[in-house]
């Protein structure tokens, strides 16, 4: 992705937080187990999180008792997070972008991204994460992808909306099944700084009515970037298609996986 690209999409995040708090979905208990356990982190564990949102992965880790400084770039974004852990006196939400914030001298256990290390400049995130972290610390990175699965006639047949609203879409574009996602190894590995990463996978699925689904499509990216009337457009056939066809019922399938890396 080219830069402008890149800072384009990932600002449109901050456009409406309260929708994105609302509909956005939050992450498998297990993953943060598994972190846990992994990564050896306990109660006092010091945690830097790149992208917290308004918390999604945030406040699940602060209940179990982690330290966590979290940089959002979104200033009402962050505002959001804030609230949603003010309970949590052990959690700090900074507003800055990854890329500029300056690290502090102690060094953290984990970094912790889930589903935006993608969205930080490709030529500081790996080297900078390294550089936050002690020695045996692991880099933790979480990427969702949709999969074939939930309402699957549904998803085939939509695909016609963006093809007809989105002039990106591929055509034919079709969902794959979670085990033919790739494993991103690559990065990470020829970096020199961390150890080959272990990958954790988790499926599930979300029913979501007419309206729910909309409101999830308006907070992604790619969503909103579109012209207006491509939008409006875009989401008046799904909406459609999914009362006229499917009861106003549309179920879709998640996988959420889990890189984690040691630094060496």
């Known amino acids: 992705m080219a830069d402008d690209q890149r800072e384009k999409l990932r600002a449109t995040f901050t456009e409406d937080p309260a929708l994105y708090d609302r509909v956005r979905p939050g992450y498998p208990e297990a993953m943060f187990d598994d972190l846990a356990g992994v990564a050896g982190l306990g109660t006092g564990s010091l945690v830097l999180e790149i992208g917290p949102g308004t918390g999604q992965a945030t406040v699940p880790m602060a209940r179990r008792g982690w330290e966590v400084v979290a940089v959002e770039l979104g200033a009402a974004m962050a ?37 935006a290390f993608h969205w930080i400049d490709p030529d500081v995130r790996i080297a900078k994460s390294a550089q936050a972290l002690r020695p045996g610390g692991v880099l933790a990175t979480v990427a969702t992808h949709h999969v074939l699965g939930g309402s699957v006639d549904f998803f085939h047949e939509v695909q016609a909306c963006y093809e007809r609203f989105d002039p990106a879409t591929p055509p034919g574009l079709r969902l794959s099944p979670a085990a033919e996602i790739p494993y991103d190894r690559e990065e990470v590995e020829t970096s020199g700084g961390f150890d080959p990463p272990a990958f954790f996978r988790y499926e599930w699925e979300l029913a979501y009515s007419t309206e729910h689904y909309i409101d999830l499509l308006r907070t992604y990216s790619g969503h909103r970037a579109l012209g207006s009337a491509a939008r409006s457009g875009l989401l008046n056939c799904v909406a459609a298609l999914a009362d006229a066809r499917y009861g106003g019922r549309v179920v879709k399938r998640y996988l959420t996986e889990l890189r984690v890396s040691r630094r060496r």
Not at 81 to 107: G, H, K, M
């Open 79 to 115: 505002e959001r997070a804030r609230r949603n852990l003010r309970v949590f006196p052990q959690v700090e939400v900074v507003t800055s972008a990854f890329e500029d914030w300056p690290l502090p001298a102690r060094p953290f256990d984990a970094v912790v991204s889930a589903t």
